[in-house]
């Protein structure tokens, strides 16, 4: 109860500053909880679809094979967009007019358009990334700022009183440090989120760059070429 008490005399008597300190340390724990959360669950979907390949190189063809890749507007199948990149390149390639790009073999156009794709994923994927490693990094320092506010304005508070017992000077300095504990609490699950989304990230990337180097045998060194051929033939 006095805890309670002491952290709201600290937020009513600290002023302008103190206030300000809190706000800003409160958005950005929810930013960085929203950002953990909604990139947390864009990770695990990949997991869970990364799972339907199996059943995409057991399909009979390749219409078949896309449609084992589930994904809609709201829940967008990165496999299956790599899918259809390599094989949109491959018509591009095949029936277009000539351009400057068609002096590239098939081999380097195909490898050009499925690795452009997975750069755009990966940087789809990291998004937001940057503000947990912002608000990991710059929380503690907002937090000792709100501690060093609160402690010069509880000194000069003490000064004007003329109390100076250590009883008298302790208690409003603790209460002080309650802002730097505030910071630190922002902090640390900022840090790990980052460092556990980071983690997941390297791994669709991982089975993203397994996955486009099988479709480019696919389509490419002709692995399935009888398929391949029969899912382009118009």
């Known amino acids: 109860m006095n805890s309670g008490l002491s952290i709201f005399k600290l937020w009513v008597e600290g002023g302008f500053v103190i206030q300000l300190t809190g706000v800003i340390l409160l958005l950005m724990s929810i930013a960085s909880w929203t950002v953990m959360v909604v990139k947390g669950m864009m990770i695990y979907r990949a997991k869970e679809q990364a799972k339907q390949l199996h059943d995409f190189w057991h399909s009979p063809d ?40 068609d002096s590239l073999d098939l081999n380097d156009w195909i490898t050009s358009s499925l690795r452009n794709s997975i750069d755009d994923m990966k940087e789809k994927f990291g998004s937001g990334l940057i503000v947990l490693a912002s608000i990991g990094s710059t929380a503690p320092f907002v937090g000792l700022f709100g501690t060093v506010w609160g402690i010069y304005q509880a000194l000069i508070t003490i000064s004007d009183s003329g109390m100076s017992s250590i009883d008298k000077v302790a208690g409003p300095v603790g209460e002080a440090l309650v802002m730097t504990a505030f910071g630190l609490a922002v902090a640390i699950p900022a840090v790990l989120g980052y460092n556990a989304l980071l983690r997941g990230n390297q791994y669709i990337a991982s089975r993203l760059n397994r996955f486009a180097y099988d479709l480019r045998a696919f389509y490419v060194a002709g692995f399935h070429r009888n398929n391949a051929d029969k899912a382009f033939s118009e």
């Open 62 to 101: 390749l219409n078949k094979a896309l449609e084992t890749l589930e994904s809609s507007e709201q829940d967008a199948n990165p496999f299956k967009a790599l899918a259809l990149e390599g094989q949109n390149a491959m018509r591009h390639h095949r029936h277009t007019e000539k351009h400057l790009h």
